[in-house]
């Protein structure tokens, strides 16, 4: 039956790979409620997962001649609605009025314990990132974040420069925020990122 479908899928894809908008209106219908229901449970936004799911669509119609019918278009779809709602980040995290509509708006649906188990999943995300970080590097981010300690504070009490502190640092940041991008959820990171703790 899988074999059946994929043939079909392939068929389609050379389809709209040669601009045939039916074939094209058939795989998004295909495939639309999975992406959307994907991006929703990153997102928690109805609005922004439907605006991924036509983001996601257009990009496949406009870079069409770049389709492989040999490869898995459900993957390819999936690469895409990741890609498109991990840049969605940094446009919340810019902007007020989008970090409302996740943060505020989004989370009237959800129930207090809803809300409890998040956090606590957070936490325990966040924890992890930090606790993959080697030894050093993690002191030195525990020292910046938790103690809120400046730079030049943490250099005199490691005895080291102010630029190794600074070097740490972004490599901490950049070890975190690629970990919660593989391990985590969206949401988190954008809070994360909002909150200037990957600053």
Same mark, same amino acid.
């Given at each position: 039956?899988?074999?059946?479908?994929?043939?079909?899928?392939?068929?389609?894809?050379?389809?709209?790979?040669?601009?045939?908008?039916?074939?094209?209106?058939?795989? !998004?219908? $295909?495939?639309? &409620?999975?992406?959307?229901?994907?991006?929703?449970?990153?997102?928690?936004?109805?609005? +922004?997962? %439907? =605006?991924?799911?036509?983001?996601?669509?257009?990009?496949?119609?406009?870079?069409?001649?770049?389709?492989?019918?040999?490869?898995?278009?459900?993957?390819?779809? !999936?690469? $895409?609605?990741? &890609?498109?709602?991990?840049?969605?980040?940094?446009?919340?995290?810019?902007?007020?009025? +989008?970090? %409302? =509509?996740?943060?505020?708006?989004?989370?009237?649906?959800?129930?207090?314990?809803?809300?409890?188990?998040?956090?606590a999943d957070y936490e325990a995300i966040r924890t992890q990132? $930090?606790?993959?970080?080697?030894?050093?590097?993690?002191?030195?981010?525990?020292?910046?974040?938790?103690?809120?300690?400046?730079?030049?504070?943490?250099?005199?009490?490691?005895?080291?420069?102010?630029?190794?502190?600074?070097?740490?640092?972004?490599?901490?940041?950049?070890?975190?925020?690629?970990?919660?991008?593989?391990?985590?959820?969206?949401?988190?990171?954008?809070?994360?990122?909002?909150?200037?703790?990957?600053?």
């Amino acid at each position: 039956m899988s074999e059946t479908k994929g043939i079909n899928n392939k068929l389609l894809i050379l389809e709209l790979i040669g601009g045939n908008e039916k074939a094209f209106s058939e795989l !998004f219908n $295909i495939f639309c &409620n999975d992406v959307y229901a994907y991006s929703l449970s990153m997102l928690k936004n109805n609005a +922004l997962a %439907e =605006e991924i799911v036509q983001d996601v669509f257009l990009n496949i119609w406009l870079h069409r001649d770049r389709l492989n019918p040999d490869l898995s278009f459900k993957s390819y779809v !999936f690469t $895409i609605t990741r &890609n498109l709602t991990f840049n969605l980040i940094s446009k919340v995290a810019n902007s007020d009025k +989008l970090k %409302e =509509e996740v943060f505020y708006t989004s989370q009237k649906s959800y129930s207090p314990i809803e809300d409890t188990i998040a956090e606590a999943d957070y936490e325990a995300i966040r924890t992890q990132a $930090i606790e993959q970080l080697p030894p050093k590097r993690r002191m030195i981010f525990e020292m910046s974040r938790n103690q809120e300690m400046s730079y030049e504070e943490i250099s005199k009490e490691l005895n080291i420069s102010v630029s190794t502190v600074k070097g740490q640092m972004s490599k901490a940041l950049a070890e975190i925020r690629n970990f919660l991008e593989t391990h985590g959820d969206v949401t988190l990171l954008i809070t994360l990122i909002s909150s200037r703790w990957l600053e």
